[in-house]
């Protein structure tokens, strides 16, 4: 008879789960308080702005032609640059699935950079590399004597696009490039034995297997692409607008609330529906083939043929990836009279003409701010939910891992947008407030931190927690003595990201940060936006510190998450 | 003209030969096995005869022609892979009838062969199951049945028992046998295990250091390695150096053993090899019939296996000898001093 030993064992269940509620308490609060309210407030914005229920806004938004142009152009622009993305990255999926050659890893860390960097530095860069005031120009001016830029890519969707190819390479390069090299090479030659073509092996073997991890790649792309928000305010110019754009403008410059409430509830259900089907897509790419080990499927580099395609490939990508951010470096430094570094000079003095001028190195002090409070509430989030997520706790595991990932789902502009609405009244007006800017930023980067903890966490076998306890060690000893020492390496990882993201954060903080207190993207987007050579040369130089730190930020990534304790 | 010839081939990766002046020749519905251990070239050679590899030197021709400039995809060979590289997108008829699609004919006949396929192996109520649900057995079979439908001109396995355990390999390896023998098969089978190229070849080529040691029926070979290294590769381990003494008899640290030593000049130095099923006991008493020899030792360990002893003869000096002895006869005890009688039939002589 051992039920009585089967209920002490659901007492201490139990015990344990009150133990657990406590500690997803304050984490659960702040999503409700910071997240959900503001969703609320966008919900009841946009269908009841006078207190009532009102659907105008929302039929408004389907009857004006000019949302449903919002609408087309978002979703065509998105389309479009996803597939120019697959069409570029997939002969350099393959050939980094396939081959071994110097220098690799650090090369595919390098094409990596351009994901991470925030969406005002990559259009700077193409301003640098290719807008009006850009290198290519201006050689092109000073060699032919061309009296105006002949490349006019300035608010053109040829610009937008190439930027977002620019930013998501990446994302297909090792999505798509990952699954290829698990791929036995032998399915391909099995088929070639079979009497397929390597061209009918390719279409009707290989092609089929990568095909979820394609289509997985693709959405991704689609949805960044879809929620686009920094580049295409400053590259696209006036002309062009995604939800996003729409909802900042109608907000900020027509103040009129109502309708970027109904924008953004139409972004919000865009947004979890794309999320939707990317989590089941996730779910059916895990097609049930035996992974490899590298070792079988990747091969040196023999024949001429292989030469071309890796170095071309590699020449390619260094070229794309790497010439608008060298851009941004020379023209950072490039003064009329010659090389000099008068413009990072310039960020720390006191130029002062203007009431509205703000010292540049005011804003960078105001962005590591930010950062280190945004790191601090991160992990103060974030890791009490990785602890609870990293035991198997039945129903409220697959219900709350979800619903702490939900920001993930939602775009910062709808996410600034609702706290300016929702957080302007007592007892909750933060509205003047520094710590609004943090609060927002925590809730774009906490989801990072909990998916960096908690595969270190799953990753410690319950019986070296027990031989802790049944060696005298208190719950509380053994976090601190045994689990935290195994989780070090992943808790930095997670500060890190948490920094990178504040740091670079732009869509929500262009709604929230005051004029005298702005962040470093958001100097660098005002100076863009205004004439002279000396606002353009600051706006060079500050997204270059800002590159260098978010670039630097990432390798240290990078390192940590390769390093001897293995990858997780 | 033989149906497959490999001539001269020579291959090797990175400055590394793995292959060195390898040739055979092999004649239509038989099977050769190639026996080696992991790293001999083996599979090398397997995958240079499909075309998924270019020789270095070297010709593989099929009835004369040489294949040197047909693609892997023209040459109609069937080949199973070591891991069976089942395409995990397609079912079990799928993956069968691929083949038979990229031969171009009518989709009935597609339906009908595969059908065929699928009795021949057994599998016809899981036609329509997915690969990743099948047992190791299913789809050792699934890839055999795919190999074979699209009517390849010769049929080139690579370890086909490899990944399988124990007791389903000796069950796979009848099948195995039994079909390719129904059908008549030209085979080539890839192996590092004797006990499988006995039971299923025709001739075994053993292989060694890229090169081939030794081709002949598996009868010979096991009666006559050509030399230590091929004894000891097939498990034979009772290996002793001696001298020959006069036409029918050698000295060796054993003593003096009875055996014909044709074509091997009086004082040469030989190494003899006494095969394990060559001893039996011999009581005390016993006369030595004409023409054995006789060795006498300390039994250092004795394992009984069901049909046999498996018995570890300690003989004065360091050379322990290893023998098979039937177990109707009395059980040897560890510590006994036994007297061995060797039939000659059983023992080889060998140059070196």
Known sequence: ?568 | MAFLQVSCISKAFGGVPVLRGVSLALEEARILCILGPSGSGKTTLLRIIAGLERPDQGAVLFKGRDLRNTRPHLRRFGMMFQEYALFPHLDVSGNIAFGLHMLGISRSEVVRRTGEMLSLVGLEDLSRRNVSELSGGERQRVALARSLAPYPRLLLLDEPLGSLDRGLREKLLLDLREILRRIGMTTIVVTHDQTEAFAIADTIAVMDRGEIAQMDTPENLYRHPADPDVARFLGLANLVQGRVETGSSIATPLGLLHVPAHGHERGEAVTVLIRPDAAVICRGDEQVPQGMSMVEGNVHDCLFKGRSYHVEVRIPGPQALFFDLPQNSPAPRVGDRVKLLLSPGAITVMPG
């Not at chain 1, 699954?179 to 030659?189: A, D, Q, V, Y």
């Not at chain 1, 024949?303 to 950072?332: C, E």
């Not at chain 1, 931190?449 to 595969?455: A, D, K, Q």
């Open chain 1, 1 to 568: 008879m051992d039920t009585g030993v089967d209920r002490d064992r659901a007492s201490v269940r139990t015990s344990g789960n009150h133990a657990a509620i406590l500690l997803v308490a304050l984490p659960l609060a702040f999503l409700g308080v910071f997240y959900f309210y503001p969703l609320f407030e966008i919900f009841s914005v946009s269908l009841a702005p006078a207190g009532q229920l009102d659907p105008g806004n929302i039929t408004a938004l389907f009857s004006t032609g000019s949302s449903l142009r919002i609408l087309w152009f978002t979703t065509w622009q998105a389309a479009l640059s996803t597939v120019l993305t697959v069409t570029l990255a997939l002969p350099a999926a393959y050939v980094f699935a396939r081959y071994r050659f110097p220098g690799k890893s650090l090369i595919q860390s390098c094409t990596a950079i351009p994901f991470v960097l925030p969406s005002v530095v990559v259009a700077a860069a193409f301003s640098a590399l290719l807008g009006d005031r850009g290198l290519v120009n201006e050689w092109l001016m000073g060699i032919w004597g061309f009296s105006a830029p002949p490349i006019r890519l300035d608010q053109s969707i040829a610009f937008i696009l190439t930027a977002h190819v620019f930013y998501n390479f990446t994302v297909v390069l090792r999505i798509v490039g990952g699954f290829w090299s698990r791929l036995h090479p032998g399915l391909s030659h099995a088929a070639q034995v079979l009497g397929a073509s390597p061209w009918q092996a390719f279409w009707k073997v290989t092609f089929p297997i990568l095909r979820p991890g394609i289509m997985a790649a693709s959405l991704l792309v689609f949805i960044f692409c879809f929620s686009s928000f920094g580049v295409i305010l400053i590259l696209g110019g006036p002309r062009y607008a995604t939800v996003e754009v729409a909802i900042y403008r109608q907000a900020m410059h027509l103040f009129n609330l109502p309708m970027a409430a109904a924008l953004s509830l139409l972004q919000i259900c865009f947004m979890f529906a794309f999320m939707w089907v990317y989590t089941r897509l996730q779910r059916s790419a895990s097609v049930p083939f035996t992974p490899e080990s590298l070792k079988t499927t990747q091969r040196d580099i023999v024949s001429n043929t292989d030469r071309v395609m890796v170095w071309g490939t590699v020449f390619f990508m260094l070229v794309f990836l790497g010439s608008p951010l060298l851009a941004l470096v020379v023209r950072s430094l490039s003064t009329g009279s010659g090389m000099s570094l008068l413009y990072y000079r310039s960020l720390f003095e006191n130029a002062g003409q203007s009431v509205f001028y703000i010292q540049p190195a005011l804003a960078i002090g105001y962005s590591v701010g930010f950062a280190l409070v945004t790191l601090a509430m991160s992990l103060c989030i974030g890791l009490p939910v990785a602890i609870f997520l990293s035991r198997d706790r039945g129903r409220a595991t697959s219900l709350l891992d979800p619903l702490f990932m939900l920001p993930l789902a939602t775009s910062s502009v709808t996410l600034g947008f609702g706290y300016i609405i929702a957080l302007d009244e007592p007892p909750l007006n933060l509205r003047a407030s520094l710590i609004i800017v943090p609060l927002a930023h925590t809730l774009v980067a906490y989801p990072f931190v909990v998916r960096s903890i908690l595969p270190g966490l799953r990753s410690i076998p319950a019986h070296i927690r027990e031989s802790a306890l049944l060696l005298g060690a208190a719950p509380g000893k053994v976090w601190w003595k045994v689990v935290a020492p195994m989780v070090r390496r992943s808790l930095a990882v997670g500060a890190v990201f948490a920094f990178t993201v504040s740091i670079g954060e732009f869509g929500a903080t262009i709604f929230l940060a005051r004029p005298e207190t702005p962040t470093v993207p958001l100097a660098i987007y005002r100076f863009l936006g205004q004439p002279g050579a000396m606002n353009y040369g600051q706006a060079m130089a500050m997204s270059t510190i800002l590159m260098l730190v978010t670039a630097a930020g990432f390798l240290f990534l990078e390192k940590l998450r390769t390093g001897p304790e293995g990858e997780f």
